[in-house]
């Protein structure tokens, strides 16, 4: 079972999404409906994945994002606004709003997987496998 932090400020949508999550055998931290919130979260739990709301009543979410990389925490974009990401995250998983439960359902663990998988990886110590290292 994963925690799943989520970050929306619209209630019913934040609701929306922790049934969701619950019904699919996850735990939920948060709702957070603010980057202070979110941020407030981290320090407190781990989290194995976030769903992150781009437009936070004004503000963006790209705070919470830094954040997240730079603990080596997946995330997913959900967002009706796709022109607000900034180049820098175009090649990170997003959702579009109105959110397809099934999509999204299937994305989170993929996403899980490929972290897990990440994990397992050792590090490489020399150079690759079938190369020969240049002397």
């Not at 994945?49 to 009543?57: C, R």
Request: proline content about 9%.
């Amino acid at each position: 079972m994963a925690r799943i932090l989520v970050v929306e400020d619209e209630n019913y949508l934040a609701m929306e999404l922790s049934w969701l999550i619950q019904e699919a055998g996850h735990s939920v931290l948060g709702p957070e409906r603010s980057v202070q919130e979110a941020h407030k979260a981290l320090t407190g739990k781990v989290a194995d994945l976030a769903l992150l709301d781009v437009n936070l009543g004004g503000e963006t979410v790209f705070p919470v994002a830094k954040l997240l990389e730079c603990m080596d925490i997946p995330f997913i974009f959900i967002t009706a606004h796709f022109a607000l990401l900034p180049a820098e995250y175009r090649h990170r998983p997003l959702m579009t709003k109105p959110c397809k439960p099934q999509a999204l359902l299937m994305l989170i663990p993929a996403i899980l997987a490929q972290r897990a998988a990440s994990a397992r990886q050792p590090p490489m110590d020399g150079p690759p496998a079938g190369r020969a290292s240049e002397v």
